[in-house]
């Protein structure tokens, strides 16, 4: 049963990795307006919103199953307050801090609507903490002498959001893709 | 007027002319030279036929600006 | 200057004493009897707008001044301040309002309104503010008076809604305040003995010229609604067989041509031409200028004082502009003509306030009444620069 558990627990953990790395390369792409062939720009945002969603219900599963796996030793606390674990508490403490920061964006995201669009983005830029956070913690926690795929994985999911990074930091990432003077923000929210 | 009828509100203080919309609601939006959406019913607020209500939650929805609102489409005269 | 047909109410410097205190239904029953409308620009009945307003509003009086031709706000506030603070005072007591704040523009001097405001012991907050042209508009100045950068808000919620401090907010330009506050005094009959019976009392005129020959003495008339153009023109010294035609109301306003001299100013009288008495500006343009080329460093200027913030306004209102600089220039591609067409509907109704609709505006009137010029444009002539008459 414990390996069972286990099991479940890494498998869900690896998905809700990749899960995560596709949300935020689609996060980037949706940004940037550019359009996706088969998707177009409406169809990124709603598989960027899909692939959260989904990535958080993997860690949801995640986090049970290894709590019920006594070989994970995870006691309540450790679920929401990092760093105080038994098994390899750093990387441990790690992956609680990603569920923390988790847990806050996708609730601003699913009440985006009532807290207004400026709160929205600014809890959003804490994906670009999560996500390395995350990846840390799949590694440091998820690794060990057996595991040269789980390693493999990583390093393609580290590449895609590096590479998308590295787009999102060009000049040529632009005005959602169109020749046009940027508009003058308000540095305060309208009502 | 149709009880419960709705027209498709831009807030034009939130759009960054991303363009979702007009993909998911073209028979009432396009774009224009700048990406920014444009009412093809010559309405500032086009009415959104019952047929359509369907997609036009889902291009409010699809909003990464949520600049798009429905609203009622018989509004108080001051 | 040497306007014999003035009216002299707002601008003849009389000791009027206080101000009669009213209620809230006295007050509606009294403007809307005097059939008042808004000297801002906007022409809206101004018993509507009171009577439409929330409970414990904020009042705030307009003295932007943000339209560049005009010059009355600055006037009234030298000349007879009491009556816009008169205004306000009556607006607050009738409507119990929690706060009243005078927004003065940048280019008028806030002295003697506030010593004004010192002697009475005003509840009245002047506020001495900095802006361009769309400055004066409500939202954007709701916004500004809160501490928020001075961009429109979104129309959907209107400052009557919520406004400054989130209150319902009434905003009345100092020009209609300074007409109510003798209205209160003097009644609406009073009030009715000039002017027209759709559009009553008097109005402040800015009148100024492209050049001093046309209008050797620019500045604030009084006159009274439904004056004919041709009259202002006369008492103001103007050759009217050098005009080829006058701006009414403003940079968002609309040309009357020569053949229009008699056309009342009015907001029956200027229907037909499709113009309002908007800011009460009248600009005159000499004979002797080419009319593509003042439009076009009109809707430049319009260009430039987008407030950034709406992506229709901000992109459109230049490439508009320029297409009609380029159309100014004789031997011009006719495929211009279309395009500034295409583009001025494209800037209708898009954006959070009036400015691309009222700058379009302007850009379709200019297309209209100087089509004449569009065409000798195009054949590679400009009648203004001595070419045939």
């Known amino acids: 049963m414990s390996e069972a558990l286990w099991a479940l627990g890494r498998g869900t953990g690896v998905v809700a990795l990749v899960m995560f790395t596709v949300t935020i390369v689609l996060g980037i792409l949706g940004r940037s307006g550019r359009s996706v062939a088969g998707l177009g720009r409406f169809g990124v945002t709603e598989v960027h919103r899909t692939a959260a969603l989904t990535g958080t219900t993997l860690v949801a599963v995640h986090v049970t199953s290894l709590f019920f796996d006594p070989y994970a030793q995870l006691r309540l606390v450790d679920v929401v307050f990092p760093f105080l674990g038994a098994y390899r508490p750093l990387w441990l403490g790690l992956g609680t801090l990603a569920v923390d920061l988790l847990l806050v964006v996708v609730t601003v995201s699913l009440l985006r609507e009532k807290v207004g669009p400026r709160v929205f983005r600014t809890v959003h830029w804490a994906t670009y903490a999560l996500w390395p956070i995350a990846l840390a913690h799949a590694v440091g926690n998820g690794t060990d002498r057996t595991s040269s795929w789980l390693l493999a994985l990583a390093a393609a999911c580290a590449g895609a959001v590096v590479v998308a990074v590295g787009w999102r930091l060009s000049p040529s990432y632009g005005e959602r893709g169109w020749s046009r003077t940027p508009r003058r923000l308000p540095s305060w929210p309208s009502p | 007027m149709s009880r419960g009828a709705r027209r498709l509100h831009v807030d034009w203080t939130r759009c960054d002319g991303h363009g979702s919309c007009a993909e998911l609601l073209p028979e009432l939006l396009a774009l224009d030279d700048w990406g920014f959406p444009v009412s093809r019913t010559g309405e500032r607020d086009p009415e959104v036929p019952a047929v359509l209500e369907r997609h036009a939650r889902r291009a409010q929805k699809a909003c990464p600006l949520l600049a798009l609102r429905l609203i009622p489409a018989v509004t108080r005269a001051p | ?389």
């Not at chain 3, 005094?185 to 800015?206: K, N, Q």
């Not at chain 3, 202002?232 to 035609?245: D, I, K, S, Y």
Request: proline share 7%; charged share 20%; hydrophobic share 40%.
């Open chain 3, 1 to 389: 200057m040497a306007l014999t047909l003035t009216t002299q109410r707002l601008l003849a410097g009389l000791d009027h004493g206080p101000a009669p205190r009213l209620t809230a239904g006295g007050l509606v029953d009294l403007v809307e009897a005097s059939g008042l409308t808004g000297r801002g620009g906007g022409g809206f009945p101004t018993a509507r707008k009171i009577r439409s307003i929330g409970r414990r509003p904020v009042v705030v009086g307009n003295a932007m001044e943000s339209e560049y031709l005009s010059r009355k706000d600055a006037v009234l506030l030298r000349t007879a301040p009491g009556l816009v603070l008169d205004g306000l005072e009556i607006l607050a007591s009738a409507l119990r309002a929690r706060r009243v704040l005078l927004a003065v523009g940048h280019r008028i001097d806030p002295g003697p309104v506030r010593e004004e405001v010192a002697v009475r012991r005003s509840p009245v907050e002047v506020r001495h503010l900095a802006g361009g042209f769309v400055a004066g508009q409500e939202s954007a100045l709701v916004n500004r008076l809160d501490g928020r950068p001075g961009l429109p808000g979104d129309p959907l919620v209107p400052v009557r809604e919520r406004g400054v401090d989130g209150r319902p907010t009434l905003v009345v330009n100092a020009e209609t305040l300074a007409q109510l506050a003798l209205l209160a005094r003097y009644g609406a009959d009073w009030f009715r003995s000039v002017g027209t019976s759709e559009d009553p009392g008097t109005f402040l005129v800015s009148l100024t010229g492209s050049t001093r020959d046309v209008v050797p003495h620019p500045g604030v008339v009084e006159v009274p609604r439904g004056t004919s153009l041709r009259d202002v023109l006369n008492g103001a010294g103007t050759p009217v067989q050098r005009v080829r035609a006058v701006l009414v109301g403003g940079y968002h306003g609309t040309w009357l041509p020569m053949a229009a001299l008699d056309a009342p100013l009015s907001r029956g009288g200027l229907a037909p031409y499709g113009a309002t008495p908007g800011a009460g500006v009248l600009h005159v343009l000499d004979r002797r200028a080419c009319p593509l080329r003042t439009s076009a460093d009109v809707a430049s200027y319009l260009a430039r004082e987008s407030a950034g913030q709406c992506g229709p306004c901000l992109n459109g209102l230049p490439r508009m502009a320029d297409t009609l600089a380029r159309l100014a220039v004789p031997g011009a591609d006719p495929r211009l003509s279309a395009e500034v067409e295409r583009l001025q509907a494209l800037a209708r109704g898009r954006g959070a306030c009036a400015h691309p609709d009222g700058t379009a505006h302007f850009v379709a009137s200019s297309m209209r009444v100087f089509a004449g010029h569009v065409e000798a444009h195009l054949r590679g002539e400009c009648h203004a620069l001595g070419g045939a008459a």
